[in-house]
């Protein structure tokens, strides 16, 4: 067994892998990298959370864009993010001001947005259903489970793909989130 280093949103994991080390590709992901990046996307949203609850607004909002520049890779390109309570024509934020409006509202080109991550989050799990590694990339599907301060649990459907930068970094190019069906 080895112990890994992920480098995420700013935070080093430490994550155990049984599988062999003897491969030479460094942009090869693994499955316990693709965990450790979706459970830091889930620390950094607990943290604007907490960070806008404790120091205001553009604290939370600073805190934001350093986590939006370390998670997703907008710096290579548009990304297809398509965040869970978005109205057309603003549904998808493939730009950074549009995913930062989303997270921490106030910006008038996109005036529905609230600010998603200000929602007094306190908890935030991921519910992997697949994960499906190609080379330097990974595409995960599943749900992710919110609780905010009331105790008051939000579900959505989560898809994210990661790419794997040359600095070896894993970066989100594909995000989509739906509130969860429920059947009755």
Same mark, same amino acid.
């Given at each position: 067994?080895?112990?890994?280093?992920?480098?995420?949103?700013?935070?080093?994991?430490?994550?155990?892998?049984?599988?062999?080390?003897?491969?030479?590709?460094?942009?090869?992901?693994?499955?316990?990298?693709?965990?450790?990046?979706?459970?830091?996307?889930?620390?950094?949203?607990?943290?604007?959370?907490?960070?806008?609850?404790?120091?205001?607004?553009?604290?939370?909002?600073?805190?934001?864009?350093?986590?939006?520049?370390?998670?997703?890779?907008?710096?290579?390109?548009?990304?297809?993010?398509?965040?869970? #309570? !978005? $109205?057309?024509?603003? @549904?998808?934020?493939?730009? /950074?001001?549009? &995913?930062?409006?989303?997270?921490?509202?106030?910006?008038?080109?996109?005036?529905?947005?609230?600010?998603?991550?200000?929602?007094?989050?306190?908890?935030?799990?991921?519910?992997?259903?697949?994960?499906?590694?190609?080379?330097?990339?990974?595409?995960?599907?599943?749900?992710?489970?919110?609780?905010?301060?009331?105790?008051? #649990? !939000? $579900?959505?459907?989560? @898809?994210?793909?990661?790419? /794997?930068?040359? &600095?070896?970094?894993?970066?989100?190019?594909?995000?989509?989130?739906?509130?969860?069906?429920?059947?009755?």
């Amino acid at each position: 067994m080895k112990a890994i280093l992920v480098t995420f949103f700013g935070i080093t994991f430490a994550a155990c892998s049984t599988t062999p080390t003897t491969n030479t590709q460094n942009n090869i992901i693994s499955e316990s990298e693709v965990i450790a990046a979706q459970q830091a996307w889930c620390k950094s949203l607990l943290d604007i959370s907490s960070t806008y609850d404790q120091s205001g607004k553009q604290a939370a909002n600073d805190l934001a864009s350093q986590v939006i520049d370390n998670a997703y890779f907008y710096q290579d390109g548009p990304v297809l993010f398509k965040p869970t #309570l !978005t $109205t057309n024509p603003q @549904t998808a934020r493939t730009t /950074k001001e549009g &995913a930062l409006s989303y997270f921490v509202g106030g910006n008038p080109n996109f005036p529905d947005d609230k600010g998603f991550a200000l929602a007094g989050w306190e908890k935030c799990e991921v519910d992997n259903t697949a994960i499906n590694i190609s080379g330097d990339s990974a595409t995960t599907l599943g749900k992710v489970h919110f609780t905010n301060k009331n105790g008051e #649990l !939000t $579900t959505v459907d989560k @898809t994210w793909k990661f790419v /794997k930068d040359n &600095a070896g970094k894993l970066r989100i190019v594909f995000h989509h989130s739906s509130l969860e069906n429920k059947t009755k």
